[in-house]
Nanobody, 117 residues
């Protein structure tokens, strides 16, 4: 059974940093595009960033220059480095694994990020 487990969330002050991790198991990790989404209470889940098997990345406009996605295929892990955090970044952050050609799609359980003074 495929499993994605996020970690690294927590409480941070505005301007601070956090690094989220998403560890995958029982998946051919290196061929999957990995995504981060987030969802704040009362809001729809929104896409934040992605990294494909070649290391190409994309970002939501509001996080460009502040967030960095990366992957370590040897560890079956994708990371989200979040710098210069703002209160608007407060949300539950979810990891997703998306096969580039098949209909395989898997979600993690989410990790809470709270940005507050």
């Amino acid at each position: 059974q495929v499993q994605l487990v996020e970690s690294g969330g927590g409480l941070v002050q505005p301007g601070g940093s956090l690094r989220l991790s998403c560890a995958a198991s029982r998946i051919d990790f290196s061929i999957y595009t990995m995504d981060w989404y987030r969802q704040a209470p009362g809001n729809q889940r929104e896409w934040v960033t992605s990294i494909n098997s070649d290391g190409n990345t994309g970002y939501l406009d509001s996080v460009k220059g502040r967030f960095t996605i990366s992957r370590d295929n040897a560890k079956n892990t994708v990371y989200l480095q979040m710098d210069s955090l703002k209160p608007e970044d407060t949300a539950v952050y979810y990891c997703r694994a998306n096969h580039p050609r098949r209909l395989n799609l898997y979600w993690g359980q989410g990790t809470q990020v709270t940005v507050s003074s």
